[in-house]
């Protein structure tokens, strides 16, 4: 099926079963501990030997001797991997290093050998045996350092925009604002860590892994291998957070399979904490200038951002200037983007990549121009609202309520009690402020398959091999597949994560939700037709309603249409015509937040969060705000806690433990708040659907800092705003 012209009125508008909020189908087996993960998974592949990782100790070089004689002779060891014995190991088409090193080394915590044994303890102790010998070489692992000699990065992928003449418009601005703001490197920091655990038969390949991208997965593995790809079956039910950190293929699944087929029998291999920030992806530090140029009514009139981040050759740019492409209007804009060469660990996804580091810099620079206006920083939003994408007029947004967005938002947090000098509101020994941040983020679909499964019985079975990383996708997808068949939720069994089902869009980006029930809604239009036409229906005009199927003034049940056979449905949802380029699709928000700083120890409590998101239909409200509460955590941690140091000495991140980096707990997350508002987008698909996974991160950061401004007076430019940050400033304690 193509969605080529906007949604019409379809089955999925009844809204008996979707937008309904239902608790998780997972939720049972998550919260009893009997949901298998991929380093669970027992039953299904037992005595699996156990695999360790040795991560390279320098950050660049060369490896000029192993020595493994003392590990073989350990006790418990079955086998060694290293490159010198792993046979030819290619590079997949989304990794920027090389999952395996040798002899070359391209960055600390690379990974350089897998010890097996027939316990963890056992590949543990052994691998401490190993001996290395590197010659090491001179890299750069200092951002600042490294700018000056940051290059455009390819034209195809990150081009330059501008629009007017941004440096003329900005010198005849009557109020300016020029900022410098950098964010830090940050890791996913997920619970559960990178882990597969690998088989073969013969020349076949089995992957239980935790993996978002399962076709993604799949297709390097056997690139990476050398072997056809019809060999690879990657398999991933549950996924225990991702967050960006599990879309590609990693180094644990190419390593328990290389140690899997040494060993002669399954294997194992979870990725220590200690190796998880330094041996996988991150996301990359930014230095981000900003300036725009105002009326003294607030009107924006120039507008330019631009960004430096750095990461290994052949990776690819941070983008954080994308919102500020379509976020506000103003006639004279630029942004650009540069990247610096560093040997530093890959840098790649993390959530909202783009939009979660440049908003927290955009956002913050809005709120410095409303103070030189002297304006509410509610109200100069409002103001520079636009229905048109600025770069090019003539294309209207498909929806955009972003205005809406503040102004119920501000009316529900009490923003009219903001004092608006700062420093000026106390709670006994608390300077308490409010803050807020504008939240967006593009619309992105995928092309996604689905297979629909109709029982004798009558019950439905989805198979797909889409993930579900704690997202809630078994539940939406089971509502959708209910809703199209016209059956309860509970006669719906929805199969996830396994190569062998048919190519879904996979979890990632915002797309998840809205791309993956859209292709069960194809499958599910072929599953009707087929039963329609086995009853003698007529299709076009048969209606799926309580089990049963109507048309011509005929009712007969669902289940009768499998009495001679299972009916299967399957189709994959496609996208082209000219909607794209005729509407701009993107997602809308507003965050408001108020915390309170410690007068005397300038130690930062955030107090109260509200998120107000117009994201299309959604699909499930209960997921959703689920996905927006823990998007709203993770922004917490981004603005006053998270930050990978590095040691610009030795080329690594120094606190790679959830002791040394630091993310928010319970205690740290107060009351918050989620509204959605009542929508839906027939540009974006048969759902109407789009996504808020990323959309609740974008702009919190920003929120809080302004938050902090308000309270204390201290405006802090370089992430995160921790207290020492603050403390020297402090107003001195009454």
């Known amino acids: 099926m193509k969605f080529t012209v906007p949604a019409g009125t379809n089955p999925i508008d009844q809204m008996k079963v979707v937008g309904k909020p239902l608790d998780r189908i997972d939720g049972p087996l998550k919260t009893t501990g009997t949901a298998p993960y991929a380093y669970e998974q027992h039953k299904l592949v037992p005595n699996a030997a156990v695999g360790y990782v040795v991560g390279a100790s320098i950050p660049k070089g060369r490896i000029t001797r192993i020595d493994s004689s003392a590990v073989k002779a350990a006790p418990g060891v079955i086998a060694v991997v290293t490159y010198e014995n792993a046979g030819k190991i290619g590079k997949g088409n989304f990794n ?26 056992q590949a543990r102790a052994a691998a401490t045996l190993l001996k290395i010998d590197y010659a090491k070489q001179d890299g750069a692992y200092d951002l600042a350092k490294a700018k000056g000699s940051a290059v455009k990065p390819a034209e195809k992928d990150q081009p330059d925009s501008g629009i007017g003449n941004f440096e003329r418009g900005f010198a005849n601005a ?59 079956r990657m398999v991933s039910p549950y996924v225990g957070g991702g967050f960006g950190g599990k879309l590609f293929l990693r180094s644990e699944a190419l390593l328990a399979a290389l140690g899997s087929r040494a060993a002669g029998r399954p294997v194992k291999v979870a990725l220590q904490r200690a190796l998880l920030m330094n041996n996988t992806t991150h996301r990359p530090a930014t230095i981000q200038r900003i300036r725009i140029g105002a009326t003294r009514e607030g009107r924006i009139t120039a507008i330019a951002h631009e960004s430096w981040s750095g990461d290994l050759p052949g990776g690819q740019p941070e983008t954080a200037v994308q919102q500020t492409r379509l976020l506000y209007a103003g006639a004279d804009r630029m942004t650009r983007l540069r990247l610096a060469r560093l040997d530093l660990p890959e840098a790649n996804a993390m959530r909202a990549p783009g939009e979660a580091p440049g908003m927290m810099c955009l956002e913050i620079a809005v709120d410095e121009l409303a103070e030189k206006l002297g304006m509410d920083p509610v109200m100069l939003r409002i103001v520079n609202d636009t229905t048109t994408d600025p770069e090019n007029p003539g294309k209207k947004f498909s929806q955009r309520r972003f205005v809406e967005c503040l102004r119920q938002g501000a009316d529900r947090f009490g923003w009219n009690k903001r004092s608006a000098t700062p420093g000026k509101t106390r709670d006994g020994r608390w300077l308490v402020g409010m803050g807020v941040a504008s939240a967006f983020r593009n619309n992105l679909v995928m092309k996604s ?25 078994y539940t939406i ?96 949802m496609e996208y082209g015509g000219d909607i794209d380029k005729k509407w701009q699709q993107s997602t809308f928000g507003a965050h408001f937040v108020e915390v309170g700083v410690d007068v005397a120890t300038a130690e930062i409590r955030v107090r109260r969060m509200l998120a107000v998101c117009a994201a299309g239909r959604i699909l499930n409200p ?13 922004g917490v941690g981004g603005a006053i806690m998270e930050d990978l140091v590095v040691d610009k000495r030795l080329g690594f991140f120094v606190n790679h433990d959830l002791a040394g980096y630091e993310v928010p707990v319970h205690a740290d997350i107060p009351h918050q708040e989620v509204i959605f508002l009542d929508e839906s987008d027939p540009m974006s698909s048969p759902m109407k659907a789009k996504g808020v996974g990323e959309l609740g991160l974008c702009g919190v950061g ?30 001195a304690v009454v």
């Open 477 to 572: 997808i089971a509502q959708t597949a209910a809703e199209m068949m016209g059956v309860p939720i509970d006669r719906v069994t929805v199969k996830l994560g396994d190569s062998d089902f048919p190519i879904s869009a996979g979890s990632g980006g915002q797309w998840g939700a809205n791309s993956s029930t859209a292709g069960v809604y194809a499958a599910c239009v072929k599953l009707r037709e087929a039963a329609a036409a086995r009853l003698g229906l007529d299709p076009t005009n048969a209606e799926f309603v309580d089990g049963s199927v109507r048309a011509g003034g005929r009712s007969v049940p669902l289940r009768q249409a499998a009495e001679a056979g299972e009916l299967v449905g399957e189709d994959t």
């Open 174 to 232: 009557p109020v300016k604002l020029d900022a410098t703001y950098t964010t830090p490197d940050q890791s996913h920091a997920m619970m559960e860590p990178h882990a597969s655990v690998a088989y073969w038969e013969g020349p076949k390949l089995t992957v239980y892994t935790s993996n978002q991208m399962i076709n993604w997965g799949k297709k390097d593995l056997a690139k990476t291998l050398g072997i056809p790809e019809e060999n690879v």
């Open 622 to 634: 209960k997921a959703a705000r689920s996905q927006v509460i823990g998007a709203m955590t993770m």
């Open 702 to 731: 920003a929120a809080v800092a302004n938050a902090i401004y308000n309270a204390t007076g201290i405006r802090v430019r370089d992430y995160p705003v921790t207290l020492d940050k603050l403390l020297a400033k402090m107003p």
């Open 449 to 473: 398959a689905a297979r629909v499964r109709l029982a004798r019985d009558g019950a439905i079975t989805v198979e797909t091999d889409m993930t579900d990383i704690g997202t809630g996708s």
């Open 96 to 121: 920027t290093a090389r999952l395996l090193a040798g002899p070359e080394v391209q960055h600390y915590h690379q990974a350089v050998a897998v010890v097996v044994a027939e316990t963890f303890e």
